[in-house]
């Protein structure tokens, strides 16, 4: 089976004009590491900030494990509690600060001459979060030397193989689950990559039925399968049957902004980025979320577009003065998409496809390799599509806005 | 079994997304001078609520108020975990200043006021910072230290919490020596400056005036020549860079571009024509002004100090020149030991002037119509 990525809309939109890019360097320029100036408030009653509410089930919990782990600091199953409970919570709501506070929570486990298989497992999905792909593979490396036939390090690294473009190997990893996990997780992990090799629809039917055959999984594992539905979905161009997957997905777990920003790209898509808008408001504490809100704006004439993207340029400055630069796709939409700075982003795009090589890094890398000009970046994503018989139906820009 | 689901269906949905918030970074901005080293010490609020619980009424709302009853705490929190020192290991004890408020892009900090007095001007500072690390293992501390003589930059991590920063100057000259090479690479990278070289350089060897050319009689007058006409070029690209980079003349990029195409092009043209009358320095001169613009946008981050903003443009400009030297070097003797024959005055000065007008009459329209 041959790629099918189209290749529509070579150049994007110049919606802003010369003035505003000229406004972002002089942006660019003058922000320093801190803002403008501190200030002292001279009225007490003055709301600073939103912090945890601390009446809130989630956040008594996490004192509550943080307060077991205090208690017993060399007892390690009150650390892996509260490591796990973290990395869920993070998960859903996409805070790095609750990975983080995972991540101190495994620290002294981890520092130990044989770390527990838990410890080492949360370590990797932690290290995975942070995209330092191969890192994880070697935290499950150690895993499995001790333990060959782990399910749930076998799982994840196949998930890690598929994120990193070899959907054969992640096929492989699938096939070691066999015997070791519900039928319905290694339905879902061998359609996954099957999906990205060449047998979109057969992967996406066969996985429908299983799920369809298994109404009893729990929700957070019936949640996760109609995401990926969803994707398959999408990639086959069938954008009403996504959006049904992806707001099952959704009704299932509310929170997930992961799913909430899968959600926002299948109608900016389909050009209903209104909807996008209503449902996105106010949402500035995310990046995904903030992101999908600025691209929403930004294809409806909205000039709120502008103060949000100098928000998320602020922040991806300030990411980068710590080192660290997992945001690349996201940014590279957006010099992309908003801001119409190709070079820039197809820097941020290739840079991006040398980490991770999912559908979305390959659209964006394609997108900003055409707007750039660059026939050789383009090529490096159409050898991809080629070696591993990807299929991908949606077209590689974005339908316009309408108002 | 729910354990092992739970686990697989975060590492599943985690696998294709970075965490959707900026992780927690604090900013420790300060100012070295003689013994003192004074700043200030940005914390999020919602950091600091963590460690210190500081929402009193525990509404979620933090305020004002619920973080100036706390700012003991808050001061001995920061002090106790950030600490500077001279090389020898002598302390330089801090103290906390006044308490106040930011927001950075990623929501709302406190400010504390620090100023660390030590016993003498350090030769090296040694930073200890350990903010957070216990709560929060992704935690970052961004140390920015100003000194006299530059900006130094340092990260604390968990597994990094100390940093030394030597402040003997060496730092400097690296710096100085970086942008000697930006400067090199500069020139070597840029087809436009290279063309623009050659096409002075080509007729160079040879003398106008008459319908056709004749080649130079010696070597030291070309020399003279071309000496001449790089000296103008430098001296007047020096000044626009300068002007530019230091802000004080801002000419749109795509304009700037423009015009060093044309200019390449008019000197390409000119050279297909002997008897016109050359302008050598004169030309060189002029257009050195514009293309000083052009290198000014290599330049985006000069450094605040004027220490740092002079040995920067120095740097530049000295590769700059080593560039254009290393180009004339290369050129020269050939085209003189080659100035005699029908093949150079036809093949090199002609189609090959011919070329180059040709390449920036492309480029022009690329850039003045934004093809």
Redesign the interface.
Known sequence: MTAQLQLRGARPRRVIG?GAV?ASFLYL?AAA?????????T??????????????PEARELTRLQAARAAAPSDPAPALALA?RA??L??R?????L???A??A??PLLASDSPSTEAL??HA?VQ????EFRAALETLERVLARDPRN??AW??RA??E??QGDPRRSLASCARLLGR??SL?IA?CAAQARSRAGELQASYEALRAHLERAPDA?P??R??VE??LGEMAARLGETARAEAHVRAALALDPG???AR?DLADLLLDAGRASEVRDSLAGET?????LLRLTLAEHALGDPAFESHAS?LE??A???R????G??AR?EARLALEVRGDAPRALELARASFAEQR?P?DLRILLFAARAADDPAAAQLALDFLAATHLEDARPVRPAEGKP | MRRVVLLIAMALSLATRAEAHKASDAFVDVRLTDTEVTGRVDVALRDLDLVLALDRDGDGALTWGELRARRADVEAYVLSRLSFAAEDGSACPARAGGLSVDSHSDGAYAVLSVTATCARAPESLRVDYSLLFDEDALHRGILRLETPTGLETAIFAPDARAQVLELDGSGRFGRFLSFVREGVHHIASGADHVAFLLALLLPAVLIGGAARWRPAPAFRPVLREVAKVVTAFTVAHSITLSLAALGWVHVPSRLVESLIALSVAVCALANLRPAAPRFGAALAFGFGLVHGLGFASALADLGSDAWTRVATLLGFNLGVELGQLAIVAAFLPFAFLLRGSALYRRGVVGLGSLAVAGLACVWFTERAFGL
């Open positions: 010369l000229f320029g590491v801190s803002a403008a100036a501190p200030w002292t408030p009225d007490d009653s003055l709301v600073l900030e939103q912090v945890a509410d601390p009446r809130s796990r990395l869920e993070g998960r709501d996409g805070d790095a600060r990975i983080g506070r991540e101190a495994l620290a497992l949360l999905t995975q979060n942070r995209h399910p749930q799982l994840t998930v890690i598929l994120v996990l519900d997780w879902a729990p957070s594992q949640a996760w995401l990926a997930d902004v992961g920003a504490r995310s990046d995904l979320l928000l602020a922040r400055r300030e990411s003065l710590r080192g660290a997992v945001h996201e999912e979305a």
